[in-house]
């Protein structure tokens, strides 16, 4: 039976005879643009947040067959990505991008200028933090993961992960304290 | 410990919004084929390249012996018998004769086939490069000169340091092992009981 998929590139439709194909197509199409939000934040640049997707989503597509059921997708892009992401921080050919074109999307007549700030303070602040700590910063306060989850994602243990997320934390609030409690807040919990 | 980032938490929020939502199915689908064909490449490569080598050992070992023989064939097992003669599996294909007229049953094949340094005669089913590797051989034996009989092998060596013969003995425990050198030998004190219709060619 041919499945029509309309693919997310530029409307065009793809056909496939398929099933599993289309099942991985209607996958990439709803959930790729969760994927690429936490790769944004793990690479602080849109173009190579595109290539970490990309790369995640070309590993689950080979492993298709063996993944099997569609639920499985998700995590394992996820799963692929955050170790791709890893992967290339110990490459040391790979040289990270600086942010710098964030500032020009926070207009100076923009009705959250508190929050723009906020954004550009942690999109500055995360490029001055090792790949393993923004992955474990982006895992626990952005997807909300526990720190099991986290150790499993990134393959590691759990003290890794308290110990490289109570480091990030110390950096942020040394490079950005705004975005972090107060100090006498936090003593007063 | 979480519950105290609100700030840092809405910041991810909000800054993740920046990250787009590209389409990247079809760059997927085209990496993904693209690392499918470099595996598929490399494998067949590293395949080629194994079978290359094997081939280029093989070529190379038949051109470094000195008397190359002739390809060696693989002699089927003729049907059993009680005589334990060796049969090695890469010994060339000989005419029969009435001197290995039991056929050999042995399958022994533990022994690195060396390559042949020239086909045997007498129909032995063993190659003089074998003996010259048996334990307790003492000089190279000169392979037109092979004589076997069940599990004996009569040979000269092939710069002989006297007028003696090297005579070897196949155990299929032991595999084939020099058993002793000298011109005459005498089947009783081989322990061999002489049969007239089958009488070992060395024995005087």
Request: charged share 20%; aromatic share 6%; proline share 8%.
């Amino acid at each position: 039976m041919a499945v029509d998929v309309a693919a997310a590139s530029g409307g065009r439709a793809l056909r496939t005879d398929d099933p599993v194909e289309a099942r991985f197509c209607e996958f990439v199409r709803a959930r790729s643009w969760v994927l690429q939000r936490a790769a944004f934040l793990l690479t602080g640049d849109r173009y190579l947040a595109e290539d970490l997707v990309q790369e995640a989503l070309a590993r689950t597509h080979r492993s298709l067959r063996r993944l099997g059921d569609e639920g499985h997708y998700e995590a394992y892009a996820r799963t692929a990505l955050y170790h791709l992401h890893v992967r290339r921080w110990r490459r040391s050919r790979f040289a990270e991008s600086l942010p710098g074109e964030l500032a020009d999307l926070a207009g100076p007549d923009s009705d959250h200028a508190g929050r723009s700030d906020l954004k550009i303070s942690l999109h500055q602040a995360l490029a001055r933090l090792t790949p393993r700590q923004r992955a474990v910063l982006v895992l626990r306060f952005f997807e909300d993961r526990s720190e099991a989850e986290a150790a499993d994602m990134l393959n590691c243990s759990i003290g890794t992960i308290k110990s490289q997320t109570s480091k990030a934390l110390a950096r942020l609030r040394v490079i950005a304290p705004s975005l972090l409690p107060d100090d006498h807040q936090e003593a007063a919990r | 410990m979480t519950g105290d980032f609100d700030r840092l938490r809405g910041a991810m929020s909000d800054l993740a919004e920046h990250g787009g939502s590209p389409d990247v199915y079809e760059r997927a689908l085209h990496t993904s084929h693209r690392r499918h064909r470099r595996t598929m490449l490399a494998t067949t490569g590293g395949v080629a390249a194994a079978v290359l080598v094997a081939v280029g050992a093989g070529v190379a070992l038949g051109r470094g012996s000195p008397h190359a023989a002739p390809p060696a064939t693989v002699q089927p097992l003729p049907s059993p018998t009680t005589s334990p003669t060796p049969s090695l599996s890469r010994s060339p294909t000989v005419t029969p004769s009435s001197m290995s007229s039991s056929p050999s049953t042995s399958s022994r094949t533990s022994r690195p086939p060396a390559p042949h340094r020239s086909a045997p005669t007498g129909g032995c089913t063993v190659s003089a490069t074998t003996l010259d590797h048996a334990p307790g051989a003492r000089h190279p034996v000169d392979p037109q000169t092979l004589r076997c009989w069940h599990n004996w092998v009569i040979a000269a060596p092939l710069n002989p340091p006297g007028d003696g013969s090297y005579l070897f003995r196949y155990t299929a425990k032991g595999g084939w092992r020099f058993y002793a050198e000298g011109s005459a030998f005498t089947c009783t004190d081989l322990g061999i009981q002489v049969d007239p219709k089958d009488p070992p060619p060395f024995c005087g």
